[in-house]
Each structure stands twice: as structure tokens, then as C-alpha cells.
């Protein structure tokens, strides 16, 4: 079934390596993992928007749990927080700090890089009333550890601001400044004149189209992009909306802020990039998009940005950040960046002399789990060459001969005396581990 990806053991290694070090740089930064159920109400799920398309229903869950509700499986990781920190809001501690690894389910086309089953991996600061602006920088920065710690090529972070954006629209006569958003934010998809014809069909004027266009081929890796979005407003104002005005002014400073912030902790991440729109309308200050230097095609990994309201109801401003992990494994393992240094967690195979011995072999085996040792006995009490043959087709690095007391790594012919209670693999090999390639 097409969309939904299975792992050999070996490409089973490199996700779970994957997972563990977004988790670890996550806890780090004092972010706290939650787990949300998998199951929402599918009039949640979708809210006012058209996702309904994307959601799988669960019908006999839905007769025999709620008969009056329908319900669906997750497609995102957002819509079940908003709803985890609306009901538990009196029990959590703010800012709420939390991330957040589980599988969802959308349906839509599979194709590389999209998957009907996947990983996500979010993490969001959510304040009960109001959220510091600092902490824009801050979501950017752990994210931008994280993907440095991967295996992947350089990510950027492609910033911009949509408070800068909408007060820019504004002052240009775009009156509908959402559906303007959602037309540039296809720029990439349609081309300039795609986007021109969505404008124009929207009732935005041709000179507006020519600004709206020119502030989007605006970008810098630092805060240089001040001085040509301000020589672009001078040329573009047509509306005295001093409302308007402040939203610019206003977006222009928080974004020259963020993206020296980011910069400063970890070098050349962050460009400000006026072409990123993120269509969806409930972002309201920074908007993150995240694309990994030689492998543009993929599009953007990692996505998010600023909100002022968690809940549909208002109120739980917050900023966020999510990986598509399952995007990222299959570029990986498809391109060849990583492997896996073995399929097996079994560091060592202690043979089996014969069978009549074969207890004193499961001794040992023993005696180096309960130290941390994942070890293995052969499956039969065959001529040891044929039991080495055995451990190299497991991709085992290590045989153990209890007679002799001895161990081998297959891999270069060495052979030492060992002993059970004190024998210790070499760090690289006591777990398998993701290489870089």
C-alpha cells in the first residue's frame, strides 16, 4: 500500500536515531514530551478549513464509543495539542514548554517526501496571556541544533514576519490580505504568473501585484534586508494606514532581531526571506520555513511559526516548530547520507561448543546483558566456522569461544582473552548507530 512506509532493521536503525537525538537536543532545552491520543473529533480536526479531505474516520470506533460524533485519526500535531492544553490548562505550568514525536495519518497523494503514515516532530512555547518575542529566536535556535545534530546536509532557516507582510499589503491597497498569502505562498508551485492571475482574480491591482512580488524576491542572511524592503516601501506606500504602517515597522525590527539571534547561536541558519507566506491564517508575527542545502527539491523539512491563539476560542499565544521526520528518514536512506553500522543489536555471539554446553554459553550471554551487552547465543552447536559465518551474516562483530575463554572480532581477525564479568566492545560497537556516509 503505497504511503505507508515499512523499515528493514538496518533503516529501522537510522530513524530511531533520529528520534533519540531530536529527543535528546529537545530535553535539553527544558522542552517536555507529551503524548497525544491518536483519535480526535473530526469537526475539530477540521475546523473551518477544507483538511476534512485529509482526515481517515474511524467508523466502528465512532458506533461503538460516540455514536453522535465522528472521529478521525490526527493529521498534524497542532490541532491535538490546542486541544490538550485547553483541557489541561489548570494543571500545566506557563510558558508550557513541549514536544512532541508521534505518527499521523493525512490522506493525500503519496509521493517522495510525502507519506500517508509519518513522523512528526513538533515543539511549542505556549503562554496563558502573553508570550515574550525572545522566544521566537529561542524555538528557531533548539530546532536549528537539532537538524545540526542529524544527518543530514546544512539546513537554512528561511525566516520572515507576518506582521511585516500585512502591514506591506495593506499600505499597497491589497485589501484581502489572507487570500493574498495563500497565492504567494504557492510562488514556488504556480510561478510568478500563477500568483499574478490568483491576485488579480481577487481584485488586487497590477501595481499591487508588482510590489507584492518584488517585496517576495527580497532576502539576506542577516539584517542587510532592511535597507531594500525600505527602499521598496518608499517606492510602493499608496494607503496613509498609520495601523498599517506600525504592523510594518513593527515586523520589519522583529525580524531583523530574529534572525540575528539565530545567526549569533548558530552560524549562517537563519536568512530573512520575504517570499515565505505560510497560508495558514493563524500566524501572526514570525513564519519558519526550512529547506537542506543541496536537496531543495524536497521542499521545506521544517516548518511553523508564531501564534496569538492556541485555542479557537482565543487566548495561549505561542510559537512552534514542526519536522517531518518521515520526509527527512526517507531522504536519508534514499540518497545514501547515513546507514545503519549494523541491523542487529546484538554486539557479540557466544558460540556453542555443544549442546550439552549450551548452558554455560546462555551463562555468559547473561552475565554480559546484565552489564549492558546485548549478546546472542548461536542457534546451534555447529563447527565454529560455520557459527563465525553465522554472526557475520547477523552483522555481529563478535564471536565468543567459552571453551577458550576467548572473543574475536570477525572483523579484523584479532582474538583476546576475555571474561564475562569484565569484557567490554569498543564504544562504537556495544550499539548499533546511524554512520554518516
Same mark, same amino acid.
Given at each position: 500500500?503505497?504511503?505507508?512506509?515499512?523499515?528493514?532493521?538496518?533503516? =529501522? @536503525? +537510522?530513524?530511531? #536515531?533520529?528520534?533519540?537525538?531530536?529527543?535528546?537536543?529537545?530535553?535539553?532545552?527544558?522542552?517536555?514530551?507529551?503524548?497525544?491520543?491518536?483519535?480526535?473529533?473530526?469537526?475539530?480536526?477540521? &475546523?473551518?478549513?477544507?483538511?476534512?479531505?485529509?482526515?481517515?474516520?474511524? #467508523?466502528?470506533?465512532?458506533?461503538?464509543?460516540?455514536?453522535?460524533?465522528?472521529?478521525?485519526? !490526527?493529521?498534524?500535531?497542532?490541532?491535538?495539542?490546542?486541544?490538550? +492544553?485547553?483541557?489541561?490548562?489548570?494543571?500545566?505550568?506557563?510558558?508550557?514548554? =513541549?514536544?512532541?514525536?508521534?505518527?499521523?495519518?493525512?490522506?493525500? =497523494?503519496?509521493?517522495?517526501?510525502?507519506?500517508?503514515?509519518?513522523?512528526?516532530?513538533?515543539?511549542?512555547?505556549?503562554?496563558?496571556?502573553?508570550?515574550?518575542?525572545?522566544?521566537?529566536?529561542?524555538?528557531?535556535? @533548539?530546532?536549528?541544533?537539532?537538524?545540526?545534530?542529524?544527518?543530514?546536509?546544512?539546513?537554512?532557516?528561511?525566516?520572515?514576519?507576518?506582521?511585516?507582510?500585512?502591514?506591506?499589503?495593506?499600505?499597497?491597497?491589497?485589501?484581502?490580505?489572507?487570500?493574498?498569502?495563500?497565492? @504567494?505562498?504557492?510562488?514556488?508551485?504556480?510561478?510568478?504568473?500563477?500568483?499574478?492571475?490568483?491576485?488579480?482574480?481577487?481584485?488586487?491591482?497590477?501595481?499591487?501585484?508588482?510590489?507584492?512580488?518584488?517585496?517576495?524576491?527580497?532576502?539576506?542572511?542577516?539584517?542587510?534586508?532592511?535597507?531594500?524592503?525600505?527602499?521598496?516601501?518608499?517606492?510602493?506606500?499608496?494607503?496613509?494606514?498609520?495601523?498599517?504602517?506600525?504592523?510594518?515597522?513593527?515586523?520589519?525590527?522583529?525580524?531583523?532581531?530574529? $534572525?540575528?539571534?539565530?545567526?549569533?547561536? $548558530?552560524?549562517?541558519?537563519?536568512?530573512?526571506?520575504?517570499?515565505?507566506?505560510?497560508?495558514?491564517?493563524?500566524?501572526?508575527?514570525? +513564519?519558519?520555513?526550512?529547506?537542506?542545502?543541496?536537496?531543495?527539491?524536497?521542499?521545506?523539512?521544517?516548518?511553523?511559526?508564531?501564534?496569538?491563539?492556541?485555542?479557537?476560542?482565543?487566548?495561549?499565544?505561542? $510559537? &512552534?516548530?514542526?519536522?517531518?521526520?518521515?520526509?527527512?528518514?526517507?531522504?536519508?536512506?534514499?540518497?545514501?547520507?547515513?546507514?545503519?553500522?549494523?541491523?542487529?543489536?546484538?554486539? +557479540?555471539?557466544?558460540?556453542?561448543?555443544?549442546?550439552?554446553? =549450551?548452558?554455560?554459553?546462555?551463562?555468559?550471554?547473561?552475565?554480559?546483558?546484565?552489564?549492558?551487552?546485548?549478546?546472542?547465543?548461536?542457534?546451534?552447536?555447529?563447527?565454529?566456522?560455520?557459527?563465525?559465518? !553465522?554472526?557475520?551474516?547477523?552483522?555481529?562483530?563478535?564471536?565468543?569461544?567459552?571453551?577458550?575463554?576467548?572473543?574475536?572480532?570477525?572483523?579484523?581477525?584479532?582474538?583476546?582473552?576475555?571474561?564475562?564479568?569484565?569484557?567490554?566492545?569498543?564504544?562504537?560497537?556495544?550499539?548499533?548507530?546511524?554512520?554518516?556516509?
Amino acid at each position: 500500500m503505497s504511503g505507508f512506509p515499512e523499515w528493514s532493521p538496518s533503516e =529501522r @536503525v +537510522v530513524e530511531a #536515531s533520529i528520534i533519540a537525538s531530536l529527543r535528546e537536543v529537545f530535553a535539553l532545552h527544558g522542552f517536555a514530551e507529551i503524548e497525544t491520543r491518536a483519535v480526535e473529533l473530526t469537526s475539530r480536526l477540521a &475546523g473551518d478549513s477544507d483538511a476534512a479531505k485529509e482526515i481517515y474516520a474511524l #467508523s466502528r470506533l465512532a458506533a461503538e464509543d460516540k455514536p453522535d460524533a465522528r472521529l478521525g485519526l !490526527h493529521f498534524d500535531l497542532t490541532v491535538p495539542f490546542a486541544r490538550y +492544553v485547553e483541557e489541561f490548562a489548570p494543571s500545566l505550568v506557563f510558558p508550557f514548554r =513541549r514536544y512532541q514525536i508521534q505518527k499521523v495519518w493525512r490522506g493525500e =497523494r503519496p509521493q517522495e517526501g510525502r507519506y500517508r503514515e509519518f513522523y512528526q516532530a513538533d515543539i511549542d512555547i505556549v503562554a496563558r496571556e502573553t508570550l515574550p518575542a525572545h522566544l521566537d529566536a529561542e524555538v528557531a535556535i @533548539v530546532m536549528a541544533r537539532a537538524l545540526k545534530a542529524l544527518p543530514i546536509p546544512k539546513a537554512t532557516i528561511h525566516m520572515n514576519n507576518r506582521r511585516l507582510v500585512e502591514g506591506f499589503y495593506r499600505s499597497v491597497g491589497v485589501t484581502d490580505v489572507p487570500g493574498a498569502l495563500r497565492s @504567494v505562498d504557492k510562488l514556488d508551485k504556480i510561478g510568478s504568473d500563477g500568483v499574478r492571475a490568483e491576485l488579480e482574480a481577487k481584485g488586487v491591482s497590477s501595481t499591487a501585484q508588482d510590489a507584492v512580488l518584488e517585496l517576495a524576491k527580497i532576502h539576506s542572511r542577516d539584517a542587510s534586508f532592511i535597507g531594500a524592503i525600505d527602499d521598496l516601501w518608499q517606492t510602493s506606500f499608496t494607503n496613509g494606514d498609520d495601523e498599517a504602517e506600525k504592523l510594518f515597522a513593527d515586523g520589519v525590527a522583529e525580524l531583523a532581531a530574529l $534572525v540575528n539571534a539565530v545567526n549569533a547561536a $548558530v552560524p549562517g541558519t537563519a536568512v530573512a526571506d520575504l517570499r515565505i507566506a505560510r497560508g495558514l491564517d493563524y500566524y501572526t508575527g514570525a +513564519v519558519f520555513e526550512t529547506v537542506l542545502e543541496g536537496h531543495e527539491d524536497l521542499g521545506s523539512i521544517c516548518s511553523g511559526g508564531r501564534y496569538d491563539s492556541l485555542v479557537a476560542g482565543g487566548g495561549f499565544p505561542g $510559537v &512552534g516548530l514542526s519536522i517531518g521526520v518521515s520526509r527527512l528518514v526517507g531522504r536519508v536512506l534514499s540518497a545514501g547520507l547515513a546507514s545503519a553500522s549494523r541491523a542487529v543489536p546484538s554486539a +557479540v555471539l557466544i558460540a556453542v561448543t555443544d549442546e550439552d554446553s =549450551r548452558g554455560a554459553s546462555d551463562a555468559i550471554a547473561d552475565a554480559l546483558r546484565a552489564r549492558g551487552i546485548p549478546a546472542e547465543v548461536a542457534p546451534s552447536a555447529a563447527k565454529f566456522g560455520k557459527q563465525i559465518q !553465522h554472526a557475520e551474516r547477523r552483522g555481529i562483530p563478535f564471536v565468543w569461544f567459552p571453551d577458550a575463554g576467548e572473543v574475536k572480532d570477525i572483523r579484523s581477525g584479532a582474538q583476546e582473552s576475555a571474561r564475562a564479568d569484565s569484557w567490554e566492545p569498543p564504544a562504537e560497537d556495544r550499539w548499533p548507530r546511524t554512520v554518516r556516509t
